[in-house]
Structure formats: C-alpha cells, structure tokens
C-alpha cells in the first residue's frame, strides 16, 4: 500500500511533463531537459509555494516552454522570465542558497599548475584534471611550443628570451629521458606470469611518467574539468579575482563570460562594485595586509628542509569522544554524561564498541560514520611539488601551503639513478633553480613557473578521522605514485604510533604498507579484464581486439 498520495495530471499535462521529469507518478524523481537556471529558479519557488512541484512546473512555467517539435530534443525555455523570477526571489527573502540548486561543468584548458591549485580551492566543487601520469609532455602544442605558460610580461621583459630557452630545456631534457627511463624499467622488471604484453608496456609507461614527472615546471599546462554550483562559483571567482597571480584574474574573466551564457542570475554580484567588487577588495586587503604584519614580526628567510611528515596536533581522549559519538545517537543521555560514563569504560569496552560501529569491512569504500569526524589531526608535510597536487585536491580537509620556492631541495627518484640518469635528472633541476632566482626579483608572483614539480614544498592537512581514512586508504594503495603512497603511510603510522589511536588506526584496514614495484600494473589488468568483459557481454560488441 502506498503511503503517499498519486498526483493526477490530464493526457495534454502528462505529454509535456514526460519532457522534463524522469516520473509522472512516485514521489521521486529528477529534473531533465531544463537550463540549470530554470531548475534553480523553479526550486526557489518550490520551496515557497504549497504545490507540488510537478503541479507548479505546470501552473507557472510551462507557458514559457517552446514545445513544438520533436519531443525528444531539449527543451529551450525562456531564460527572461526565469531570471526575473530568481531576482524576485533572491530580493524577496536574501536567500543565498537558491545559488547552491543551479550546476555547471566548465573546462579551464592550458591552466598553469601553479593556477590549477587556485581553481581546485574550493570545497563543494568537483574536479578533474589531466594527469602527469598518463600524458607525456614530450609533444609540442599546435603553436609549436612546448606546454608551459607563456605569460606576456615575462615573456617581454628583460629574462624573456632566458625564460623560453630554459624552460625548453627542461622540456627537452624530459623527452630525452624518457625512452630511456621506460627502456630501464622494461629491462629491470620483467612482466610476471600470466601478465600480458601490453599490460606491462602500459604500466612501465605510468611508472616512467611518474618517474619523471618532476622534472616538469610548475608552469607546465594541464586543462581542468570543473562541476560547481552557482554559489560555488560565485565563491570561485571572488578568490581568483583578488588573487595576485595575473593567469588567475585572467581565468576569472574569461569563466565569468562563459558562465553568464549559463547561469547569469547566479552571478550578477561578482563584478558590481558594492558587492563582489567590495568583497574581493577585502580579500585582496586582509591577505595583503595580513602578509606585511607577519613579515613585520619575521622577515622572510631561507626556510628550513624539516622532518618529511609530523603530527603536530592532536587530541590525546580522540577514541574516547569518537567512541562518545558512536553511542549519542543510542541512547537518551546527555553528551556531558556520556562522555563521563565512557570514560569509566575499560579499554577493551571501548575498543569493541569502535569496532562493532566499524563493522566488517570488505573494501575501502565502506566506511564507518559521522562519528569518525569526532576527532582530528594536524600534519605538517615536506613533499614534492608533485606529490603536494595530488593531496590538494582532498577538499573535505583544511589544508594551506607556503610559496613554492627551490629552498626546501628536491630528492631524485631511485628509478632514475638506478637507470644511470641522475646527473641529466639533477641538471635540469639546477638549471630550474637558476631561472627561478633569475625571475624572483622581476616577477615574485610568477617566479614559481620555473619551478620543477621534483622541488619540495611544505604544507599542512588537518582533517578529522573520518576524511583521513578515506586519504590513507586512497593515497597509500599500490597505484599510487610512490611519494604519497609514503607520506599516507607515515600519517597512519603517526595516528598509531604518536596519537596512540590505535583503534582507529586499526578500523583503516586498507591502507596499505606494502611496497609496489610498476604500481599500476594490477590496476592495468583490472582495466584489460573489465574491458575484456563488456566486449563479451555487449550484443554486437567488439570481439576482434588484440588483447595481448
């Protein structure tokens, strides 16, 4: 029996409902075939208006749907009434968060890396981007330049021709060890049994890329894939707009022209003087004037390589308050109660109650609950610019970062000496130390262009429990690129070993300590066997590939 009552509509309203709504009859569904500001708009009265939603669609939109033609193709709404109607809305009741129900996936091609982390700041946003791993930088851009930033006023200032000829060394130094690194490993690492050919030649790839991945500058390009919403976006463009970086307020230009071709309602406040224009003045202000106050106290000096990973903060009763968080929601007692009387728990009481919220585990996606996020650590990390990427873009956690500089030194991979290469691998990153200093004095903003993704930077990640077994677990698998694979696994052993959570450490039985020679290479077969089975199981499917 069903406990919601049907909603009727007549043969002429379902005809046009069946165009943007994927049911006419449950109580869920999903919005199709609609520009993002339409839906935004329609969720913003919704929540005002005692109609359904299908029934207000109806009552109050529909009249402004071009319906003629082929049902099967998007509908094209008028985009006037909707942006009135979000106007109306937004003034009537300020409500911010009608900016958080309207989408957009927009691409940001040849990004520097130094601005790919401006990008990926945000937290409620998705991305995606290229990756060092899988694209070779070896070829050249239509342009017939090599893939780095060719910012204008380097380019015409006293170190431009410095600037091109160098970074095109460091460039051609990385295609001519490239060959030469995936010959190595070819040698060095046979493929086990039951491996194929192929399998093998695509991991070598990987680890050869991976290997040589540091010998890119940070201004090398890559192009990234953005998922937000309007609100996100707004945030988004606030930051890059006060940013010091000329490629960000750039980027942040041509992203809002785009954007207003989508979502224009959404974005209205970004460039009005007293809005978005006083908002990134403040931001300017407080980071600017924030910069001047620390260096008043401490003038910048040369830093200090560190120790790679350290758990700076911790809370020492972080099981017991987890342990707290579990049982909250199972009883009726107060939190200040429950807390007195888990702490009257044995040890052992406690641990089996952890261990039962965990459960049993089958696979890292399987994590346990908000209770995890009860506690938190703090870590200081000195890794490679490279390896920084990768863990920056874990949003559910705060992590900031000093400038990017060649102080902190850089470490060769062990692949790489091993093949006979380091002397060519450690003079590219000299000559990547020498430009930096060359352009530090003209162009402090931009000076990290030149600076190879092998050079250390240090940061901190702080992040509840929770986040940190979905990091380590991810981070430390056999896949992963051998730099953060060891930071993650040196966090989990400072939860055990330093915090002295072991409990928790313990409930993150999936990360892994393992070492991994040609990381990829299961994931590779994983990859064949899948595709293997889709060409099988797919009627007509492809059934005359090579799969060795």
Same mark, same amino acid.
């Given at each position: 029996m069903? !406990?919601?009552?049907?909603?009727?509509?007549s043969p002429e309203e379902r005809s046009v409902l069946s165009r943007y709504f994927t049911n006419l009859e449950g109580p869920v569904f999903a919005l199709i075939n609609l520009p993002e500001v339409v839906k935004g708009a329609l969720f913003s009265r919704y929540s005002r208006s005692p109609k359904s939603l299908r029934r207000l669609f109806l009552d109050e939109f529909v009249d402004e749907l071009d319906i003629a033609g082929d049902a099967t193709l998007? &509908?094209?709404?008028?985009?006037?009434? $909707?942006?009135?109607?979000?106007?109306?809305?937004?003034?009537?009741?300020?409500?911010?968060?009608?900016?958080?129900?309207?989408?957009?996936?927009?691409?940001?091609?040849? $990004?520097?890396?130094?601005?790919?982390?401006?990008?990926?700041?945000?937290r409620l946003m998705s991305y995606l981007e290229q990756s060092t791993r899988y694209i070779p930088y070896d070829l050249r851009l239509d342009s017939g330049h090599y893939r780095y930033a060719r910012e204008p006023a380097i380019l015409d200032s006293p170190v431009g021709a410095r600037y091109v000829g160098e970074m095109d060394r460091m460039f051609d130094t990385y295609g001519q060890l490239l060959p030469k690194i995936q010959a190595h490993l070819g040698r060095s690492s046979p493929p086990p049994a039951g491996v194929s050919p192929r399998v093998h030649r695509q991991a070598v790839r990987a680890a050869s890329l991976d290997a040589?991945?540091?010998?890119?500058? /940070?201004?090398?390009?890559?192009?990234?894939?953005?998922?937000? !919403?309007?609100?996100?976006?707004? +945030?988004?463009?606030?930051?890059?707009?006060?940013? %010091?970086?000329?490629?960000?307020?750039?980027?942040? /230009?041509?992203?809002?022209?785009?954007?207003r071709k989508v979502i224009p309602s959404f974005l209205t406040r970004v460039d009005? %003087?007293?809005?978005?224009?006083?908002?990134t003045d403040y931001l300017e202000a407080t980071e600017s004037d924030t910069r001047e106050a620390v260096r008043g106290l401490w003038p910048p000096e040369a830093p200090q390589p560190g120790v790679r990973v350290t758990l700076t903060d911790f809370d020492p009763a972080g099981e017991d308050k987890i342990v707290a968080a579990i049982c909250y929601s199972q009883t009726n007692l107060s939190d200040e109660e429950l807390s007195r009387r888990i702490r009257a728990l044995s040890g052992e009481q406690r641990a089996a109650l952890l261990a039962t919220y965990v459960g049993m585990r089958s696979n890292r996606r399987h994590r346990p609950g908000r209770a995890f996020e009860r506690t938190e650590y703090r870590f200081e990390i000195v890794a490679d610019y490279g390896a920084f990427r990768d863990l920056q873009r874990h949003r559910?956690?705060?992590?900031?970062?000093?400038?990017?500089?060649?102080?902190?030194?850089? #470490?060769?991979?062990?692949?790489?000496?091993?093949?006979?290469?380091?002397d060519e691998y450690a003079e590219s990153l000299e000559r990547s130390r020498a430009l930096h200093d060359a352009l530090a004095g003209h162009f402090p903003e931009m000076c990290s262009y030149a600076v190879a993704l092998a050079y250390n930077i240090r940061f901190t990640m702080q992040m509840n429990a929770r986040e940190a077994m979905h990091i380590l677990e991810l981070r430390s698998s056999s896949q992963g690129h051998p730099t953060y694979r060891r930071v993650a696994q040196e966090m989990h052993r400072l939860i055990a070993d330093v915090a002295g959570h072991r409990a928790v450490a313990s409930a993150m039985s999936f990360v892994d300590h393992? #070492? &991994?020679?040609?990381? +990829?290479?299961? /994931?590779?077969?994983? /990859?064949?066997?899948?595709?293997?089975?889709? &060409?099988?199981?797919? %009627?007509?499917? %492809? #059934?005359?590939h090579n799969w060795s």
């Open positions: 069903s !406990t919601t009552a049907p909603e009727s509509f998007d &509908a094209t709404v008028g985009l006037k009434r $909707a942006e009135q109607l979000y106007a109306r809305v937004f003034s009537e009741y300020g409500d911010d968060s009608v900016a958080q129900l309207g989408g957009v996936h927009v691409a940001c091609e040849q $990004a520097s890396n130094v601005l790919t982390k401006v990008l990926e700041r945000g040589l991945r540091g010998l890119l500058p /940070a201004g090398s390009l890559s192009n990234v894939g953005i998922y937000g !919403t309007g609100q996100s976006y707004e +945030r988004l463009l606030l930051r890059m707009r006060s940013n %010091p970086l000329p490629e960000a307020r750039r980027y942040a /230009a041509m992203m809002l022209e785009e954007l009005l %003087p007293a809005r978005g224009g006083a908002w559910m956690l705060s992590i900031e970062w000093q400038p990017l500089g060649t102080d902190l030194g850089y #470490d060769i991979p062990e692949v790489v000496s091993e093949a006979g290469l380091e393992k #070492d &991994a020679e040609l990381g +990829r290479l299961g /994931a590779e077969q994983r /990859a064949v066997s899948r595709a293997k089975l889709r &060409a099988v199981s797919t %009627p007509g499917g %492809p #059934d005359h």
